[in-house]
């Protein structure tokens, strides 16, 4: 069946850049998602890209797709504290499969 | 608006008692999502209403589990006898019609303990 995966932890300094990376196998999303999950909290929309780009820029949010590779990124640049949670990718088909979430944590 | 709105916000209970998770979606989405998140198996979709009927309920764990939709405003998840294996935390989400990015939006889960 349809399947995204994704690394279960990520640790990176306080300033340093955060990439996070998924892999999924449904070719027919129109759409890629990443959520951010803070503590104790539900899941909030972070960005999404469509399936026809490469790149998405938002402020110190990058989204790159490799269609061919079927992997997507999320690059965090000058990663603050406050960038703390669980990032989930998820693709848009109505399965909606998502990524098991990557836990991101901030090194003083 | 206030977004979707799960209550409650914690539930403890005893194992073999009946436990009853509610929701209300944003006005206008019509689609409604129930899932559980666990350590160990992650986010887990259990059931999909789209226009207040069950589309997929595939992830429904057994009988146990049912869900309900009597209007556009309402749902709720019901388990009935709990046990300790379901504790979890139990989201609902909305949806507008086609899965529009920013139409989807989740509450903020109800912790539920069987002990």
């Known amino acids: 069946g349809e399947d995204v995966e994704q690394s279960l932890f990520l640790s990176v300094r306080e300033g340093d850049s955060s990439v996070i990376n998924c892999t999924y196998t449904?070719?027919?999303?129109?759409?890629l998602y990443w959520y951010k999950q803070e503590p104790g909290a539900g899941l909030q929309l972070l960005t999404y890209?469509?399936?026809n780009m490469d790149m998405k820029q938002d402020q110190r949010l990058t989204v790159l797709l490799n269609k061919k590779d079927k992997h997507l990124s999320l690059r965090i640049a000058d990663t603050q504290t406050g960038d703390s949670a669980i990032y989930f990718c998820?693709?848009?088909?109505?399965?909606?499969?998502w990524g098991a979430g990557t836990k991101l944590i901030i090194k003083p | 608006d206030a977004g979707v709105i799960q209550s409650p916000r914690h539930e403890v209970t005893e194992m073999g008692q009946e436990v009853t998770l509610r929701c209300k979606p944003i006005?206008?989405?019509?689609?409604l999502f129930w899932y559980r998140q666990t350590m160990m198996r992650g986010l887990e979709l259990l059931i999909y209403?789209?226009?207040?009927?069950?589309?997929?309920d595939s992830g429904m764990p057994e009988d146990r589990f049912s869900a309900k939709m009597p209007n556009a405003s309402f749902s709720t998840l019901k388990i009935q006898p709990s046990e300790p294996r379901d504790s979890a935390v139990y989201f609902c989400?909305?949806?507008?019609?086609?899965?529009?990015?920013?139409?989807?939006?989740f509450g903020s889960g109800t912790r539920l303990t069987v002990v």
């Open positions: 449904d070719s027919s999303s129109t759409y």
């Open positions: 998820r693709n848009s088909n109505y399965q909606l499969i």
């Open positions: 209403f789209n226009n207040n009927v069950p589309i997929d």
């Open positions: 890209i469509f399936s």
């Open positions: 006005s206008g989405h019509n689609s």
């Open positions: 989400a909305s949806s507008l019609p086609g899965g529009v990015p920013h139409g989807y939006t």
